[in-house]
């Protein structure tokens, strides 16, 4: 018999060169003990672990599928595992075709483990909430989760990722992984007394949580499958998911009963919003609710909901942007997502206060074609583009900004009404007919997209200086107010 001891649960590596090692030496998978250092199989008096035996010569491959499966395999909690990847390595030696055997009983427990593993690092993904520790500068992110699978170091790269501005630590069980903005470190699991309990952040959530939950699409099985309640604990919006739910009936009969504001729901005269055009000043909320159930282009099918603009009502200055993107459509906000943090530094940096400009988007709805679990966005087109120009233009008319600062070739054929190129009109003051003036500038998805970091700041700092204009403006404004 050999005993062989992983260094850790994840010890790929590990594995490998060991059962490379033992296939060569023909050693039959019932004659191999597999062990991690420190398990409980190890502290059960296992006898000392065997040396890994000395490879001379000999080779073989194995299919690059086999190593895929395998990779996320191991990371299952299952004892066995180890156990069963040696089992089906020693099979595909001599049969490299027995890994597309699906109903292979190691095949077919290779394969569900390799999908566990996936599936809970999604769910990792999905339901880690950092809490804040401190203020300010001293701010560190912490959160706490408990995997199912030995997925930590799967799944940190994706939160260096997505977050790689803060500093943060996600406390599991099994592993604790840390980012400081600059490489991601792992030590050992700890208990959950460790982790932080409510803080600020909380509230916010719940606020999210609130705003993109649809009563009408409520399904709660779906909802139970996609969040399992094993993960509500951890959730700060856990707390008002059932009284949403519970609130679901009342708030879809309501809503069936006022249909008008359904913005799937067919209008008694649709052709009355494609084609009007209004001089005297709608009131913004008129104007939003009318908006929710556009139907002037095939674009409200898909999409979560209008995403209408919203600002002060007596701002100077309106920024335009393309489109609501993925986030703008869940939340029913425009710019909240990346493209939106990218456009608030900016301003911010151009001396331009943002709770005083009216931010809106050429286009309502969001058009993206499904890619899997992501919706890839697509650029409007001109038939958009016009069928929508009806709600900028009402826009404008209510708020009457002294400045309209068009982000991007979309936002651009919006404000003048036609195709208008940005690299010959960009960073200057344009007059409009109607005696207000324009300024044209890239869009922040744009430099967001730049894959050179020499270009990304070089057309940030370009941004930001076309911004300034409109800080001047805003200023101007101001004083002749
Ligand atoms: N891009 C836009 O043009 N608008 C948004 O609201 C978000 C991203």
């Known amino acids: 018999m050999q005993y062989l001891t992983l260094d850790t649960e994840t010890d790929f590596d590990g594995w490998r060169k060991a059962a490379r090692s033992l296939v060569l030496h023909h050693v039959r998978p019932a004659d191999v003990t597999w062990t991690v250092q420190g398990g409980e199989a190890e502290l059960f008096a296992m006898p000392a672990p065997s040396p890994i035996l000395e490879v001379n010569d000999g080779t073989f491959n194995v299919p690059a599928k086999f190593v895929e499966f395998a990779k996320a395999a191991i990371l299952h909690r299952d004892g066995e595992r180890f156990a069963i990847l040696y089992r089906l390595l020693f099979r595909l030696k001599d049969n490299h075709d027995l890994i597309e055997v699906a109903t292979d009983s ?3 427990q290779i394969t569900a483990m390799a999908r566990a593993v996936h599936r809970d690092e999604h769910k990792m993904h999905a339901f880690v909430r950092f809490r804040e520790i401190g203020r300010e500068r001293e701010a560190h992110y912490v959160a706490w989760f408990e995997p199912e699978h030995h997925i930590v170091e799967l799944a940190a790269p994706f939160f260096a990722k997505r977050f790689a501005d803060m500093p943060w630590s996600i406390l599991t069980p099994d592993l604790c992984a840390h980012w400081d903005g600059h490489a991601l470190t792992f030590t050992s699991g700890v208990s959950k007394g460790e982790a932080p309990g409510e803080d600020r952040l909380e509230e916010t959530w719940r606020r999210y949580y609130a705003s993109i939950f649809n009563p009408a699409r409520l399904k709660v099985k779906a909802m139970q499958t996609e969040m399992p309640k094993k993960y509500w604990r951890n959730l700060p919006e856990a707390s008002i998911i059932k009284p949403l739910i519970e ?14 504001t359904d913005p799937h729901k067919p209008q008694k005269r649709p052709e009355a919003l494609m084609t009007r055009k209004t001089t005297a000043a709608d009131d913004l909320e008129t104007l939003r609710e009318e908006a929710a159930h556009c139907r002037a282009c095939p674009l409200y099918k898909d999409a979560t909901q209008t995403v209408f603009g919203e600002g002060p009502k007596d701002a100077t200055i309106m920024l335009v942007g393309e489109q609501p993107g993925d986030k703008e459509d869940l939340a029913g906000h425009p710019f909240v997502g990346p493209a939106g943090q990218m456009l608030d530094r900016a301003l ?31 650029k409007p087109a001109t038939p958009e583009i016009k069928a929508c120009r009806q709600w900028y233009e009402r826009e404008v008319t209510a708020i009457q900004p002294d400045l309209i600062v068009a982000m991007g070739a979309t936002a651009a054929q919006s404000v003048f009404g036609k195709i208008t190129p940005i690299g010959k009109t960009r960073g200057r003051l344009i007059d409009l007919p109607d005696g207000r003036k324009a300024l044209v500038t890239v869009h922040p998805s744009y430099l967001l997209r730049l894959p050179d970091p020499e270009a990304k ?21 101001a004083h002749a107010a």
């Open 457 to 477: 700041v070089l057309e940030y700092q370009r941004f930001v200086e076309d911004l300034k204009i409109a800080a001047g403006q805003q200023k101007k404004s």
């Open 247 to 260: 609130d679901a009936e009342r708030m879809t009969g309501a809503m069936i009963a006022k249909s008008a």
């Open 106 to 108: 190691d095949v077919a």
């Open 348 to 378: 911010e940096e151009a001396g331009v206060d943002r709770k005083k400009v009216y931010v809106t988007n050429a286009v309502k709805h969001f058009k993206f074609v499904p890619r899997g679990k992501i919706r890839l966005h697509q």
